[in-house]
């Protein structure tokens, strides 16, 4: 299997991924095709409606002169990705995704252009989305089968139920010649040009690099985090993972991250996503000197003993993702 090395996010750092060539476009359709992917649902899953409306998508190429735009283009189901061609001429640097009205939780999109534009084919993981401050979770989802990553997923809606309404992307800064052993904060994509989340109603213009010393200056530009209201069935779930792809302290540290209580037996971290606190797994032991969480009552003990490993626990579900993963 052939593969596209992009630039993505592990660990908190930047660095190179790939991208299985399933994930693309063919490059005979003349203009872009972009595949969206949207995390995995279920009962066992970390999101609910993670699937619904794909975004219309407007292009413009290097010099930000706009090519095309595919409006209303159908609905991906969770755990799948979708398809949208836009049917321009030159080659479509930038992309703006505009949502609609049925959000969507964002794992990962792919460009592929025509043969006439050159067949380029880059990718963005959802990392970045959780980065530059969107609302974001664990997508569950599998880059590929051979060298796989789990990013994570940011939401986009347009009704109100998310903050963000859209994002841009120039892909050229996402292939793997751009990378930069120096730079692996992957706030530096939060420019509002290589990466830019929206938050006005149906978002349809964009901002472009116009020269060299207009990129330096922007490139110290950050989107704020902010923090927003769980919804109720998140605040009764538990997730537990061992996966090396997720962190509860990642999790914990960030002010946009939305999702239920979040377990990593691995790092032996609880995340109380409703506060933003961690707290180690318990040892097992009956007595201990520090709050801690207790996996098989799945309930918080604290100093003093007040809060009992026999107390009941206050989830009503527990989705546990030991080796419980999908792959696209």
């Excluded at 640097?93 to 252009?113: E, G, K, M, Q, R």
């Excluded at 800064?173 to 006005?200: H, K, Q, V, W």
């Excluded at 950050?222 to 919804?231: D, G, I, L, S, Y």
Aim: proline share 4%.
């Amino acid at each position: 299997m052939s593969f596209v090395n992009a630039i993505g996010v592990i660990s908190g750092f930047m660095t190179i991924v790939s991208f299985s060539q399933d994930n693309f476009g063919d490059t005979s359709d003349p203009g872009s095709t972009i595949k969206v992917a949207v995390a995995l649902d279920g009962d066992n899953g970390g999101t609910i409606d993670a699937g619904g409306d794909l975004p219309d998508i407007r292009v413009w190429n290097d010099f930000g002169d706009f090519k095309a735009i595919t409006n209303d283009p159908g609905t991906v189901t969770d755990g799948t990705v979708g398809t949208v061609e836009v049917d321009h001429e030159q080659q479509g640097v930038y992309s703006l995704f505009s949502a609609n009205n049925d959000a969507i939780c964002i794992a990962w999109v792919t460009t592929t252009w025509s043969d006439a534009a050159g067949g380029n084919k880059f990718a963005v993981s959802g990392d970045y989305g959780a980065e530059c401050g969107g609302t974001w979770y664990e997508s569950n989802m599998w880059t590929n089968t051979d060298n796989s990553y789990q990013p994570r997923c940011f939401w986009i809606d347009a009704d109100g139920d998310q903050p963000n309404t859209g994002f841009q992307v120039r892909w050229p800064r996402y292939s793997s010649t751009e990378f930069d052993e120096a730079e692996t904060d992957p706030t530096s994509m939060c420019n509002d040009i290589d990466f830019g989340l929206r938050t006005e109603s149906d978002p349809s213009s964009i901002n472009f690099w116009q020269n060299a010393k207009h990129r330096r200056a922007q490139n110290d530009r950050r989107m704020r985090a902010r923090r927003q209201t769980r919804v109720p069935w998140i605040i009764s779930q538990l997730v537990i993972s061992d996966s090396e792809w997720h962190s509860a302290s990642n999790l914990c540290d960030s002010e946009s991250s939305m999702g239920p209580d979040f377990v990593h037996t691995l790092e032996g971290f609880f995340c109380d996503m409703g506060a933003k606190v961690k707290y180690p797994l318990c040892d097992g032991a009956s007595n201990t000197t520090a709050s801690c969480f207790d996996l098989e009552s799945q309930k918080l003990v604290d100093e003093s003993g007040l809060q009992g490993r026999d107390a009941p626990s206050s989830y009503s579900s527990v989705r546990d993702w030991r080796g419980k993963t999908s792959s696209v």
